[in-house]
């Protein structure tokens, strides 16, 4: 009698927890504003989305691109964190839509769009068109902690497997266990790609 195939198991595992996920997402207000309600995207499909964010990411790990000190037009210059602008350009870059935020600028005396920022990735009543917060933590998710200090507004970067993220640091891109560290539990909030 031939034995199930553990990866076989695991798939139809995470197929299962997709699709009541989906059912949750599509029949509850509690993640999605009532006037937003996308498409969410089939379970396989999300799968395959999400595998793609995390090789996409692994690409850039040792990239100095969103080192502090660089320049990132068009929306970061030299001296400003720019995790934030990683995981867009990593999500984007790998098929996922991230809608850009908009915002009054006095220096530019008008509206400024921007991708968003790691506060808002981190603020779990923060929208963000076409991701919602999970608590089941995957590859391919966002992980972000808002914060005040050092004149960013928190950090955040893309959960690449069990208990490691890769995120852009003041000199490069790394892989390590951001976001899963014992003193950080109940401060991340993670989003999911549902589409848009």
């Not at 996409?56 to 068009?74: C, H, L, Q, Y």
């Not at 004149?151 to 852009?168: E, P, Q, R």
Request: hydrophobic residues 30%; aromatic residues 10%; charged residues 20%.
């Amino acid at each position: 009698m031939p034995t199930e195939n553990n990866g076989d198991a695991e798939r139809e595992e995470k197929l299962r927890k997709c699709i009541e996920e989906s059912l949750k997402y599509s029949n509850s207000q509690i993640y999605l504003p009532p006037i937003y309600n996308p498409p969410i995207l089939s379970c396989v499909s999300a799968q395959t989305q999400q595998q793609k964010i995390v090789e996409t990411a692994k690409e850039k790990v040792d990239s100095t691109d969103w080192a502090k000190m660089k320049e990132k037009p068009p929306y970061g210059g030299a001296g400003k964190w720019k995790c934030n602008l990683f995981v867009y350009d990593a999500l984007t870059q790998a098929g996922a839509k991230v809608p850009l935020e908009t915002r009054w600028s006095i220096s530019n005396f008008g509206y400024v769009s921007y991708p968003p920022l790691a506060g808002q990735w981190g603020d779990p009543s923060h929208t963000i068109q076409g991701w919602v917060v999970v608590t089941d933590p995957q590859p391919g998710d966002v992980a972000a902690i808002p914060s005040n200090a050092g004149g960013a507004s928190g950090h955040v970067g893309i959960v690449s497997g069990d208990g490691k993220t890769i995120s852009a640091t003041d000199k490069s891109v790394v892989e390590n266990d951001w976001g899963f560290r014992d003193d950080q539990k109940g401060t991340v909030v993670f989003r999911r790609y549902v589409g848009q």
